[in-house]
């Protein structure tokens, strides 16, 4: 049977391991090897503890996505979005605003395809402050509720964003830049459903891709987007601009 035996040699305490046998009905020591002293015992274990501790470890993203949760909250896009649109579906995991939310954060935080978007999710620490489970996270619920905001909905909700936010971050307002661009998207030509994706005069030198135009209303300090307005890639920029200011 092996046992731990302490010595004490000039005050200082030394470990062994001892093997004892029982001989002729005696209890005899027939092995005795030396291990270590007492202190290189104890900082063994706790290295094979922190060890351990270290092997349990998950390091998720916290900074950025809360940082960003957190003004999302402050101007309470979801609550706006919910408000003009209207109640949840009553299958749905969460509210049209908090899926928009949530899309509008991935898009700052880490850009993915709503596909990937819980994979993303499950790599953060956001469902322990947003109280939102990676279950409710499909691809399929982020599109339904994007197709439950009409084009109308959608201008509300920005004209009212725009005023909160200026209220809230004291934003100067009161002189702002018009800026018209466009960007070329991956949508296949073929595609008949993509009103908005044509051939034009692409600002990215992309004219093997069709283009979306975009115009943004920006603040001087800073380029903060106000209200937007996407149109055909196939429109010039200066087509745009007269219905478009009537609906400001």
């Not at 949530?102 to 819980?118: G, M, Q, T, Y």
Request: proline share 4%; charged share 25%; glycine share 6%.
């Amino acid at each position: 049977m092996a046992s731990l035996y302490p010595k004490k040699v000039n005050g200082s305490t030394y470990y062994y391991l001892r093997e004892m046998a029982r001989i002729d009905g005696k209890p005899k020591m027939v092995s005795e090897r030396y291990l270590a002293a007492a202190a290189d015992i104890a900082a063994a274990v706790e290295a094979r503890e922190a060890a351990s501790l270290l092997e349990r470890t998950r390091h998720l993203a916290f900074g950025d996505v809360v940082a960003v949760w957190g003004v999302l909250t402050r101007l309470d896009v979801a609550g706006t979005v919910d408000e003009v649109v209207g109640a949840q579906r009553s299958d749905a995991g969460a509210s049209v605003g908090t899926y928009l939310a949530l899309a509008a954060l991935n898009r700052i935080v880490a850009p993915c395809s709503k596909a990937a978007f819980a994979d993303w999710w499950a790599t953060t620490a956001a469902d322990r402050f947003t109280k939102i489970p990676t279950r409710v996270l499909d691809h399929r619920r982020f599109w339904d509720a994007m197709h439950a905001v009409t084009q109308a909905d959608l201008a509300t909700v920005e004209r009212w964003l725009a005023l909160r936010l200026a209220d809230t971050y004291e934003i100067d307002i009161s002189a702002v830049a018009l800026d018209m661009t466009n960007f070329a998207t991956s949508i296949d030509s073929t595609n008949t459903k993509a009103s908005l994706a044509q051939r034009g005069r692409a600002k990215q030198k992309r004219y093997d891709l069709r283009i979306v135009g975009l115009g943004l209303v920006v603040t001087r300090d800073g380029g903060i987007p106000l209200v937007s307005h996407t149109y055909p890639g196939n429109r010039p920029d200066v087509t745009q601009l007269p219905p478009w200011s009537t609906s400001w």
